[in-house]
């Protein structure tokens, strides 16, 4: 990135397009830091930038766009990217070329609970439990009512179980049981084994946000940050049935432990204090007591590829039906993890909304990095005239369609990988396409798991 001038304050001045690495690829915008200036374009350039607002666009994105001189809009097609809600795979028809969406169609096919087990029950049966053991055993009711009830009977009367709603979020619905008659009689609903063996730091359990950012299916292309957020609970654990019914000490849950009055608060990203720490400072505090955290981040990878692979049939189906332009979409997710007391990873749910409020310093300074690289890992690009022309002309047909919109992202990367087996046959050229630090590309596909025929780019991992 090219340092234009610094101003009389002494901040930087960055220019407001990227050159792209690669011949005949256009400029990239760029999205800078707080404690950068982005020059400002054209006239000509500049009306361009506009960006639909959304009920749901997060203060970190609004303040982001705005430094790098976007506009809000609030019309149908006069934009260039919009971060809102997911919408009907056909609506999907209606972005125009040069617009980003930060959705993919059928994206809840991992992000709805049954959905996301239903798929990696289905790829484990066709590749096997090593390969995918790392999900609790999960049933759907009322479909699979006959056999939880067998498994119920086989694990006998201590076995703790989880009932989640299937498209809840911030712990909705959800209860730890251990008697038949206490199964809510409301269906559907998700019923898993409880983990009830966490691995606890001072007596409490906690789970693992992992961000993870898809900017193509076909190639498939994921970016894993390499910061997060680790949320406890705020109660000390105990394994007593007693305790079942204390949402504070089973769920982690920000927006239920947040109610809690003995809930303690945390904005240093370094301290290993309060109920929510940063990924990294978890790292910190687990490798000084000599535990291999490589090993724990290489799993975490590993599973976060095969749960993304899982939805790869029904996305990649749904973007050649709907979607005109691979440039449109783009996706962040959020993975919830949990360490149990042999400190194996466990996918807890995948959400593909994941909650961007920055309530605190810490907050601020994960989510504001981590959206920051994912504008500019998205590669937008200012259109041409003849694509606003054409917008333009198809407003009034389109308008009323458009109304609950929001638009993904483009990447021009690598274009020299092909699916083969599933192994990474190559190895990344930072200086070909850089990746930010805090980002890892992909990871090295799982062996014995092949995409088929279907896709053709292979998924290369590399931590940067």
Not at 70 to 82: A, E, I, P, Q
Not at 249 to 271: F, G, I, P, R
Not at 331 to 348: R, S
Request: aromatic residues 10%.
């Amino acid at each position: 990135m090219t340092v234009i001038v610094e101003d009389s304050v002494g901040v930087e001045v960055r220019s407001a397009l990227v050159s792209s690495l690669f011949p005949f690829c256009p400029p990239t915008l760029y999205f800078s830091r707080a404690n950068e200036r982005v020059e400002i374009l054209p006239q000509e350039k500049r009306r361009l930038l506009k960006w639909k607002m959304s009920s749901v666009t997060p203060n970190v994105v609004r303040h982001i766009i705005a430094r790098s001189h976007f506009k809000t809009t609030k019309r149908s097609h006069d934009w260039l990217g919009c971060w809102g809600h997911h919408m009907k795979s056909p609506l999907f028809k209606t972005i125009e070329e040069h617009q980003k969406l930060n959705h993919f169609p059928g994206s809840f096919q991992i992000g709805r609970k049954d959905r996301l087990w239903r798929n990696l029950s289905k790829m484990r049966a066709r590749f096997g439990k090593q390969e995918f053991s790392f999900f609790p055993r999960s049933f759907i009711l009322p479909q699979d009512i006959r056999l939880l009830r067998r498994a119920w009977e086989d694990a006998g009367a201590r076995q703790k179980w989880i009932i989640k709603p299937p498209a809840s979020a911030r712990g909705t619905g959800i209860q730890v049981i251990y008697k038949w008659c206490q199964m809510p009689k409301k269906r559907p609903l998700l019923v898993q084994k409880y983990l009830h063996k966490p691995y606890l730091i001072s007596g409490n359990k906690f789970d693992l946000r992992i961000y993870v950012y898809v900017t193509s299916y076909d190639p498939l292309r994921i970016y894993i940050f390499s910061d997060g957020l680790v949320r406890f609970a705020s109660c000390k654990y105990s394994s007593s049935m007693r305790s079942l019914g204390n949402k504070f000490m089973h769920l982690t849950n920000y927006s239920v432990n947040k109610k809690n009055t003995e809930y303690q608060t945390n904005s240093d990203n370094k301290a290993c204090k309060g109920h929510k720490w940063a990924l990294q400072a978890l790292w910190q505090y687990l490798g000084a007591k000599g535990i291999n955290t490589t090993l724990i981040w290489d799993k975490i990878k590993d599973m976060v590829i095969k749960t993304i692979i899982a939805s790869d049939p029904y996305i990649n189906s749904l973007l050649k039906m709907h979607v005109r332009s691979p440039y449109s979409c783009h996706e962040l997710f959020g993975f919830d993890i949990m360490l149990d007391d042999k400190l194996k990873p466990w996918v807890l749910e995948v959400n593909i909304s994941p909650s961007l409020h920055s309530n605190t310093a810490l907050d601020v300074t994960i989510k504001g990095q981590m959206i920051r690289d994912v504008l500019n890992l998205a590669g937008f690009l200012l259109p041409s005239r003849e694509q606003v022309a054409a917008c333009s002309q198809s407003a009034s047909s389109s308008s009323s369609r458009l109304s609950n919109l929001s638009p993904a992202s483009p990447c021009p990367l690598l274009r020299d990988h092909r699916l083969g087996a599933a192994r990474c046959r190559r190895r990344w050229c930072p200086k070909r396409c850089p990746v930010p630090r805090q980002w890892s590309l992909g990871s090295e596909a799982p062996v014995g798991v092949n995409r088929g025929q279907q896709s053709q780019a292979t998924i290369p991992f590399f931590s940067m």
